[in-house]
Structures are given as structure tokens and as C-alpha cells.
């Protein structure tokens, strides 16, 4: 009878210090997650020397908190995986050293995992089945970029953002409006009390065939029509209707591009599933759009629960398909901040 191989993956690409005990059956033991969410909401955004220096100091109780959770020690495991790109470079470094360190001093191999082909890996995990092949949507904080998805492994891009991700779009917004970070989350509470059509803003390419995106356009009319021209001395509005008002037309731009762009991608493509991750598919708006959308569309939608959506170390169970083919990390392998 065949072993069970028990996987211990690690994510340090930002600002969450994430470890995952899962399975060579996509079976997931425990997933833990440390936000540094904390230590960075002063600067009102992430600080990529705070960020790594937290990841040293959360990293090995992160580990051990995992392998606790999931009833095992670290002789048990078999193979290592890590988010090696992209990202933060020092932050991934934490990330890529430990697991070098721990493969090394255990003799088992090493697997490096893509964290943004993770995010959609992150819906096979939770789907329990098949997802490809598929449209990919990945929007996080860093990324907004559509893929044909053939296999787990085979992705082509088929466009992404020209300025901005949606996540720092949210991210930017909410710094405008002073509602703090991260500020995805923020938006979203505070979107719910306001009017989507009280400002009608900018949709960029919704109604042009190309598969790609422009969120800093969308940025600067929110501030505009929240400080007027006078933007240099503005202070952040109040709590009140004008204040969410701005959050739930700026969110329903976001939206509708979002799920236009996706809507075109499986028109396109002629795919009929569309799986997607990343921190803004967090966001309940969009999931509704999406799913009425792939309703319309005679589409299967994919999109894993809250906590497999942002960042973690689970979704780089995508590891279990490299591994299958042998596709292990050499001992030099590095960080790559960069993805294309
Ligand atoms: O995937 P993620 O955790 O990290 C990156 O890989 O970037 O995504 C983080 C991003 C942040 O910009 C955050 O503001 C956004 O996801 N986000 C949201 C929501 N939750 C997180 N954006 C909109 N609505 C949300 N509920
Ligand atoms: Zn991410």
C-alpha cells in the first residue's frame, strides 16, 4: 500500500506570514495564517523592510502551530513547497530560506510554486474536483490578470492590468477616504451603506474587446470627487452619506469591469468555467456580479471560501502537480520578486 506524502508549504510573499500541512490528495490538515496587518496600517500601507523582518520573527512558530494543528511532526513530511515568486524579494527571501533550510536538513525534495497561479489553484482546493480547463481571474493587491487556464500548470496570459491592481485600487481609495488597511475590507463596509449610481465613474475598456485593465483613472476621479481640485490641502471626509456614497460607486466601477472583462475572456476563450482568487475575490459585490454574470453565460463559476482567497500557504497545494511530475527546485534556488 502506497504512503500518504505529507506536504509543508510556506508563503512570506507580503505581508502574511503563512504555513499549510496538506496531503498528496489536496487533502488540507491545517493552514495558519499570521497577519502583519498591524504593523503596517500607520504607514497606511505595507512596508517591505517591516514586512520581512515580521516574517523572521512569525515564520518557525507559524510552522510549528501548522504541524501541531495537523497532528504531525517534522519527520513526518515529505516534500517542502514555497511561494518563491512574486513578491516583496526580501520577504519571499524569509520564505525561500526556510524552506531550503528545512528540505536540506530533512533530505526531501523542494517544490517552488508560483503564489499568483496558487490564487487559482486556491479553487481547485476547494472545489474537491476538476476545475480545468478554465478563464482564470486573479485579483490580489499586487496582480489583476486573466489567464487561460489549460491544467493547473499550463496558464497563458490573456491580459492584465496597464496601471494599477484592483487591490490597490481598494487599497488607494480607502487611503483617500480615510477609512485605513487594508482597504479592500473597508471599502466594502463602508460601500454598503451608499449609493452605487451617485458618481458615475470611469469603466476603463468595458466596452472594447481587449482583455486588459486600468484601475489609476478610476483612483483619481474618486479623489476628485471627493477633495474638488483642491486636492492638496484635502483631508479625508467624514462619516456620512458623501463618504460611502464615493465607496459604493468607486466598488461598483470596479465591478463591472471586473466581471465585463471575465465575461469576454470565456466568450473568447469559448471556456465555459471561470475560477477566480486573489484578496479582492473577497469582496461580496463582486461575487454576486460574478455569479450572475456566469449565470447568464451558461458558465461554471469557481471561487474558493474568504479564507482561500487571501493570502495563505493551503493554495500552494498546487505543489501536489509539480511533484507528480517531478518538477522539484534546484538547492540555488532564489527568490524572483518579478513573475513575467
Ligand atoms: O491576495 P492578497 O491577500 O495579497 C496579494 O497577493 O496581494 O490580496 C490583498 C488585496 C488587498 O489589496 C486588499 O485590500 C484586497 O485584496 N481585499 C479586498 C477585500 N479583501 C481583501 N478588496 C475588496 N474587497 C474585499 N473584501
Ligand atoms: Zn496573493
Redesign the pocket.
Given at each position: 500500500m502506497n504512503r500518504v506524502t505529507y506536504f509543508l508549504a510556506l508563503e512570506t510573499?507580503?505581508d502574511?506570514t503563512a504555513a499549510a500541512v496538506f496531503t498528496d490528495e489536496l487533502q488540507v490538515l491545517s493552514s495558519v495564517v499570521a497577519s502583519q496587518t498591524d504593523l503596517h496600517a500607520r504607514f497606511g500601507g505595507v512596508v517591505p523592510e517591516i514586512a520581512s523582518r515580521a516574517h523572521l520573527r512569525s515564520l518557525l512558530p507559524v510552522v510549528d502551530d501548522a504541524l501541531t494543528r495537523a497532528n504531525i511532526g517534522l519527520r513526518d513530511i515529505g516534500c517542502v513547497a514555497v511561494h518563491n515568486t512574486p513578491g516583496l524579494v526580501g520577504a519571499l527571501l524569509v520564505g525561500v530560506s526556510a524552506a531550503k533550510a528545512l528540505a536540506f536538513g530533512l533530505g526531501i525534495p523542494l517544490i517552488a510554486v508560483n503564489?499568483v497561479v496558487s490564487?487559482i489553484f486556491a479553487c481547485r482546493l476547494a472545489a474537491g474536483r476538476d476545475i480545468f480547463p478554465c478563464v482564470g481571474l486573479v485579483v490580489?493587491?499586487?496582480?489583476t490578470a486573466l489567464f487561460r487556464c489549460d491544467t493547473a500548470l499550463s496558464l497563458e496570459l490573456l491580459g492584465g492590468t496597464r496601471d494599477d491592481a484592483a487591490?490597490?485600487a481598494?487599497?488607494k481609495v480607502a487611503a483617500i477616504l480615510g477609512l485605513g488597511f487594508?482597504?479592500?475590507?473597508a471599502?466594502?463596509r463602508e460601500a454598503a451603506a451608499g449609493n452605487p449610481k451617485a458618481h458615475d465613474f470611469p469603466r476603463s475598456f468595458i466596452d472594447d474587446g481587449r482583455l486588459e485593465f486600468s484601475f489609476s483613472g478610476l483612483k483619481t476621479a474618486v479623489m476628485y470627487a471627493c477633495h474638488g481640485q483642491d486636492v492638496k490641502r484635502a483631508a479625508p471626509p467624514g462619516p456620512g452619506q458623501k463618504r460611502a456614497d464615493l465607496a459604493a460607486s468607486f466598488q461598483s466601477a470596479v465591478v463591472d469591469v471586473l466581471a465585463m472583462k471575465c465575461k469576454q475572456a470565456l466568450r473568447k476563450t469559448g471556456l465555459t468555467r471561470l475560477a477566480v482568487g486573489?484578496?479582492?475575490s473577497?469582496?461580496k459585490p463582486l461575487r454576486a456580479a460574478l455569479e450572475a454574470m456566469c449565470k447568464k453565460e451558461g458558465a461554471e463559476l469557481f471561487i474558493p471560501p474568504l479564507s482561500l482567497c487571501?493570502?495563505n500557504a493551503a493554495m500552494a497545494a498546487l505543489a501536489v502537480e509539480k511533484w507528480k511530475l517531478g518538477e522539484f527546485a534546484p538547492d540555488d534556488l532564489d527568490a524572483e520578486p518579478n513573475w513575467l
Open positions: 510573499s507580503c502574511e503564489h490564487h490580489s493587491g499586487g496582480h487591490g490597490e481598494f487599497d487594508p482597504g479592500g475590507p471599502v466594502e486573489g484578496g479582492v473577497a469582496n487571501t493570502d
